[in-house]
């Protein structure tokens, strides 16, 4: 079992990226509470960041080596969040070299939404914009600038608490997914099941060069298809459909798309030759883990490619109080990721 690369806070849903020859990892912070488990997931209730960074993802970690910069923004920070900081993720601006963190959040009136903070460094501290991206709606951001093309894109998404679940149906603009139709009785929209029915789509959009608005075509779903039919993959199919921990990588010329499965708590991933699909499922990257979230990232450094996620092995198996990890991770000739399990 690979030791916890943070021990000092409870962190979770590690989101990893280079910056200026270090790995800064963008974590969120679980902290002890009285809230009930529920599906709705009250019991995250995250209340500020901190960022870490690295320049060895070879164990020991010591706290020489990961170095915590400490709180890079808080829940008072963010004029328009009420509460539940959860997962977020960063990227350097092509244009600019300014560093953005993504962060979702529900306004005061309960619905995520996801903002956007800027800051000088990879470290923070990072300054909340008033209001959030507007059209945003759920969780688990993922940022994405492409090497090759420097076009930034969103990825987000995430069931049952989440609420990805309550934007079903067609909004104002006829675009399901535009942000806008949320449904106010959120507790009541399910996940589609049953004979026929297809999975809920995570979503994309591209970036403004800005950084900080998604261009005008908004959110769109990021199809991901089962490689047997060609189809989308159904509703039931909770082995390999998408649930929430949105996260791309580019190899060569192939993206890699990965996710959660939520409830069935497989990391898996699918593939595409576009940033915005369609995908096709590729395989499981993790197996089941100690605790009932998986949430990761993927990073190159030094040549090698490296699994971020968590576990609940530092609480002993409180779902709500985790730690990230680190492992290796490895591409067979075909393109195929796997990780050599403990």
Not at 80 to 89: F, I, M, T, V
Not at 147 to 160: E, I, K, R, S, V
Not at 197 to 204: H, R
Request: negative net charge; hydrophobic residues 35%.
């Amino acid at each position: 079992m690979t030791p916890p690369l943070i021990t000092n806070i409870y962190t979770a849903d590690p989101s990893a990226h280079v910056f200026n020859g270090r790995v800064y990892i963008y974590p969120s912070h679980d902290r002890e509470t009285d809230i009930a488990f529920n599906d709705n997931g009250d019991q995250y209730d995250m209340a500020d960041y901190h960022v870490f960074s690295t320049s060895s993802l070879d164990p020991p970690y010591t706290a020489d080596a990961v170095v915590d910069h400490g709180v890079v923004l808080r829940t008072e920070d963010v004029p328009w969040a009420a509460k539940q900081l959860w997962a977020p993720d960063a990227a350097q601006g092509p244009r600019d070299g300014k560093y953005y963190l993504y962060f979702p959040a529900r306004d005061h009136a309960g619905i995520f939404r996801i903002g956007v903070a800027v800051g000088d460094a990879p470290e923070g501290p990072f300054r909340a914009d008033p209001e959030p991206i507007p059209g945003s709606f759920s969780i688990d951001p993922a940022s994405f600038v492409d090497p090759d093309t420097g076009d930034a894109y969103l990825y987000f998404g995430g069931l049952w608490g989440g609420q990805l679940q309550c934007y079903q149906s067609a909004g104002e603009s006829g675009n399901k997914n535009d942000g806008r139709n949320f449904d106010a009785a959120w507790s009541g929209p399910q996940e589609p099941k049953g004979a026929g029915a297809k999975a809920l789509f995570p979503k994309v959009s591209k970036l403004d060069p800005n950084m900080r608005q998604f261009t005008p075509e908004g959110a769109q779903d990021l199809v991901i298809l089962a490689p047997e039919t060609g189809e989308p993959i159904d509703a039931d199919d909770h082995d390999r459909r998408f649930f929430e921990a949105a996260w791309m990588h580019k190899r060569g010329d192939t993206y890699y798309f990965s996710y959660s499965t939520g409830d069935t708590h497989y990391l898996v991933y699918a593939t595409s030759k576009s940033p915005t699909g369609p995908f096709t499922y590729g395989g499981r990257l993790l197996e089941p883990v100690l605790g009932w979230t998986t949430h990761h990232s993927i990073v190159e450094f030094e040549s090698r490619w490296w699994l971020f996620h968590h576990d609940c092995e530092l609480s002993k198996g409180v779902n709500h109080l985790r730690c990230v990890k680190v492992r290796e991770i490895f591409y067979d000739a075909d393109g195929k990721m796997f990780t050599k399990q403990d």
